[in-house]
């Protein structure tokens, strides 16, 4: 008996060819908008073209009157209903549609459901509203102006438009780090508002039937469960009646995390006309109201000793939110994550100060391809070394060396309190400078700027923390942040695998089972995975902060982990000796005496429903609810090579070296599609991608002729490196990655095009690093700040 | 809808302006009446009931709605249903038949070309035009074809090694051989 070969069943590191694309590359997904229901209406959401106003009428009687109009609901036919407001993921509300004044631009006002969509789109039109205009405030610095108007006087106990001021770490240990240095050196950043856009925009098709009080929704969520929760409360419904179905997500990163208005508006219209009603936003609707990220403005400052050793770190930042206060993010953490900065780093003290301002922008503040703000720590820890390193004059790769955390110091508690716990940091980054020929770049770098050539390196070094719980640190509104595993083996050996986990592209039909097929011996194939309906899925916080590998993926390996406990017992009855004389091998249990003799996990499978053991439960189904020990860290260096051109400041990317630590790979190329697609992210903010504002408050990126996205002509290629430290309370050793390129890479080519014109006195220029912000920084050898009031006016 | 009648709300009044158009679709003429402004991404989707084509942003940039219009590629959202009267369209599901699939679609699940799949018709046919005509582009010419199409998901590199294998796979004599 020979055993079997993990890869070839489709075990843990097989680069299995996804299940999932048998229906997308034939055309035959699922996704919201292709489910047509019998006697479905469409809905259309009208929204505000101003910023700031109070609504003094709305008139809606044209839309009554256009034929096949059904229904057309505003702010007041909500507030009859104590609907008009609902609570954020942040503790907040938000105006669902709007009853007193309008707050961003894109704020939803009305919704008409008619018979198709083009009459509810032309119903929309013929709503006449009548606006007071009232003063915009499109940055935090407007908004904490003396006197500036309140926008939200919604809100008792809100006298200003801050939301809320807190800090984290060593006031005093940080103080005294800085009055011993040799060097202080200061930056100022801004991140600038950046948008999901997955090609998908949400939608939602809500269907409550009269007769049987089911309310079931198909919704664009990457957290089904936490939606139905929401329901339940907003909605007063019980919690059972309610079931929520994402099917086929057409990519997500963090927009389809929080509870929309065209969501909930479509409920109502559906309870209210007993139909199913089908609501699908327009890519405006999509860019201009829902979940954004970042917008967040960062200064600090480091301590340094001569030698580079970093002593200590100050960090303050003003975020601004918007008009309500939505971000989906830990209950505890008021800025998200920010203060993962420096994890990767042994620094002995650090101080962070976050205030969160309220201003007449698009709320949202999601976690874009990102848990929490991580995105903007690791941004402004990579600039910040780097510019330390330019201060010092030190070599931007050894003041990180110089500063890691080392191999056998873990776990390792960092200056503001996390805990990580395994890395080869110094080894990772040694990989990506050899891929990329660091040796010798600095000499060609000197010759190159000889000939008037511009070249530069960037480095990005960090672990991020990812996989959020544990339950006693992490909760979204209450619910802790645990998640959930069903696995059902049936008799002829095959099984049904659930989670509490929604892939939206992240492919967890196929690596689930190879977590299965490695824990058990069953081959991928023959396991089936179903996501997204909570009537059948068991409860899980969803998917989002690459937590679904770390947090599902390891309830899934205990889960199957139950069903080899109670299969060994059947193997040990089948071999008629005791269980302690059962020995296990991939996919079969065998007589440690007689290695011969064996049950294999298939025959297990059919005892547990023909042959059980005297007393034993029948069948052989387990449920596991995971609530991790820990965050797990991955760690990456990303090291881009850019050259820029003097004449006009475009900058092109000539190498993008990438070397990714996620612990043990599941599916190794399912994760390098992840480390590609977030590298493109980083590249996109990097470059092009931003949403400002003008002066009223006009979004300048309200489509995507505004808001750029990278195409496959400028996205540049990609190099990637792999280390492997396994999670050390993972179950199968697998740490998060989907967001790691996305949160590391962006400082990696900032970081290139500021070596590139480091000699010019240059140490800063925001994202995006935009070809007129290069030239005028060569031009002028000064930084260029993308912060107001320079940006303001659009 | 059956031949005999069309039911329709009672309030319906006459004047939109309709017409009957005839599309051939995958191979199969198709007939409908349509209100003249009907685009044609809605006439794929809504009336033929071929949801694979799909919609990212209505305004001529994302090419999820992509589908060939006599064999070249067009952005269905941006295309009155009426100006595809009388033309031939080829969607996603006429990639190939229904039990066997295109070099194209072997390629894109080979290399890993796609995540979340919601670009990846759009993607497919304008993949299928550039090979159509030039089988054995190099990396510039994929990448320069699909920059029409946006992908939020898989950074292209896998696009464009499924566009090659693809190419390897349709004209085995240019370029390497498939490696399976
Ligand atoms: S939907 Fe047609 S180009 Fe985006
Ligand atoms: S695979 Fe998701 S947009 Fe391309």
Redesign the interface.
Known sequence: MTALDEIKIGGLGASRRRVEDNRFIRGKGNYVDDITLPGMLHMEILRSPVAHARIVSIDTSKAWAMPGVRLVITGETLAARNLAWMPTLSYDTQAVLATDKVRFQGQEIAAVIADDPYTAKDACEAIVVEYEPLPVMVNPYQAMEDGAERIRDDKENQPDNVIYDWEVGDRDGTERAFAEADLVSKIQLHYPRSHPSPIETCGSIADFNRATQKLTVYMTTQAPHIIRAAVAMVAELPEQMIRIIAPDIGGGFGNKVPVYPGYVVSILASILLEKPVKWIEDRTGNLISTGFARDIYLEGEMALRKDGKILGVRMNCIADHGAFFSDAQPSKFKIGLLHSAFACYDIPAAHLTARGVYTNKAPGGVAYRCSFRVTEAMFFQERMVETAAIDLGMDPAEIRRVNFVRDDDFPHRTAFGFLTDSGQYTKCLDLGLEAIGYDTFRQEQEEARKRGRLLGIGISTMTEPLGAGNSREFDILGIKMFDSAELRIHMTGKALLRTGARSQGQGHETTWAQIVAHELGLPAEDVTVEEGDTDTAPFGMGTYASRSTPVAGAAISMAARKIRAKARKIAAHLLEVSEEDVEWELGRFYVRSRPEQGVTIQEAAMAAYSNMPDGMEPGLEAIAYYDPPNLTWPFAAYIAKVEVDPETGVWDVLRMVAVDDCGVRINPMIVEGQIMGGLTEAYAMASMQYITFDAEGNCIGSNFTDYLLPTAWETPGFELHEVVTPCPHHPIGAKGIGECAAVGGPAAFVNAVIDAVKHLGVKNIDMPVLPDRVYEAIKTGKDVSGAPPVRTDG | MGSLFEVV?A???DEVPRRRVTVTVNGTPMSAVI?T??LLVHLL??AF???????????T??G?CTVLFDGKPVKSCTMLAVQADGHEIT???G?AGPSE?HPI?EG???E?G????????GM?LSAKALLDRNPDPDEDE???A???????????????KSVQWAARKMNPQQGQEVSE
Not at chain 2, 49 to 59: A, E, I, P, Q, S
Not at chain 2, 114 to 121: A, K, M, R, V
């Open positions: 709300p309030d319906t009044q209100e402004r009907l989707r809504q009931k071929l949801t694979g084509t799909h919609m990212g942003c209505d305004t940039h994302c999820a969607t996603v599901e990639l699939l679609q894109f699940k080979e890993h796609l995540q979340c799949g919601f670009c990846t018709p497919m994929i990448r320069w699909l920059s029409g199409n946006l992908c939020r998901c898989t950074g292209y590199q896998n696009i464009v």
